[in-house]
């Protein structure tokens, strides 16, 4: 019972407990729409996307005052123009072209495009259960989330997809990747955002013209979409991605829309009916079953091991009543 019991804290609770930190991710994703629509000025996708991603990376940047260095520089441009700099575009565009039930539901199928990639780039088989939890995840959110009168646009259905593919791809290369040793995941965080906002910052200007005059209530919506949306939600997802599989990483966006969903109901006087009440159901139980049931691995691409596994060789090795 000893060894049993032993093992079992090491394993399950790290995991569980980085699995639940890094849940908080999507459900503050989820909160977006609400701080968008309520606080934040009309019709400026790509300021906002500007506003969430730059201050956000140079504050990080000063907080850890370490820059990328060699192959990282050109590596920490590729991860912030996925994950940020071009995510966000399309993001954007395919919320203002398409329904956000429909826009919602073509980020659903971002664990599907994650299980291919993380088949060709991080060996991770792509199960025949975790593919049915992605197939469930997209039915759930779909029954959360759409309406008979949705209609369809081809630019916002390909934006959507593109997206997702985006975001899937600069997930499962940032686990690919790993960190260099000795950096944090605050900073690599701040890598990305600093890189993704550079990028947006000429194509927000260019397109949307100059900054809009902010009110104290703009101020504080950017306020909450930088600090928490941005620089703590994507560190924690950041870091969560150095400790789990990347397609576990990947079906924790599935509680993005329905996060929305709830929000709209408690603040916002939305409806939830029974239907999207099993919807939520079913995407949650997609979710759980698109998280690995193995022991994950917790050795950076450095070779270096984690307390983790130096805690369970010790426990492995060490004499049991």
């Not at 991603?53 to 996925?82: K, Q, S, Y």
């Not at 954007?92 to 919602?104: E, H, M």
């Not at 109901?265 to 159901?281: E, I, N, S, V, Y």
Request: proline residues 7%; aromatic residues 8%.
């Amino acid at each position: 019972m000893g060894v049993f019991a032993g093992r079992h804290s090491t394993l399950v609770l790290p995991y569980a407990g980085t699995l639940v930190l890094t849940t908080f991710t999507p459900l503050v994703w989820g909160s977006t729409y609400a701080v968008t629509t309520e606080f934040l000025p009309p019709d400026r996708p790509l300021f906002t996307a500007l506003t969430r991603a730059l201050p956000a990376g140079l504050l990080l940047l000063a907080i850890t005052r370490m820059p990328p260095r060699g192959v990282w520089i050109l590596r920490a441009a590729v991860l912030g123009v996925l994950n940020i700099g071009a995510f966000f575009p399309m993001l954007f565009l395919a919320a203002y072209r398409l329904p956000g039930g429909v826009a919602a539901v073509l980020g659903a199928v971002g664990p599907l495009f994650a299980l291919g990639f993380a088949a060709a780039l991080l060996a991770e088989r792509a199960t025949a259960r975790k593919l049915l939890a992605g197939l469930a995840g997209v039915f759930g959110v779909g029954l959360v989330v759409l309406r008979a009168d949705a209609r369809l646009d081809t630019v916002g259905v390909l934006a959507g997809l593109a997206g997702a593919a985006l975001m899937s791809a600069g997930t499962v290369l940032t686990k690919r990747w790993g960190r260099p040793e000795g950096v944090s995941a605050l900073t690599l965080t701040g890598w990305q955002l600093t890189a993704g906002g550079l990028l947006l910052a000429p194509v927000a200007l260019l397109i949307e013209g100059p900054p809009p005059a902010l009110t104290g209530e703009n101020l504080l919506g950017y306020a909450y979409l930088g600090i928490v949306g941005t620089a703590v939600a994507y560190w924690l997802w950041f870091r969560g991605l150095s400790r789990l599989p990347a397609t576990s990483i990947a079906f924790l966006t599935l509680i993005s829309p329905l996060s929305a969903a709830v929000i709209g109901w408690a603040a916002l006087g939305q409806t939830l009916t029974p239907l999207q009440l099993l919807g939520m159901t079913i995407a949650l139980g997609g979710t759980l079953l698109g998280q690995t049931q193995s022991r994950p691995t917790t050795v950076d691409r450095t070779g270096t091991r984690s307390a983790e596994d130096i805690s369970f060789s010790r426990r492995s090795h060490s004499p049991r009543s």
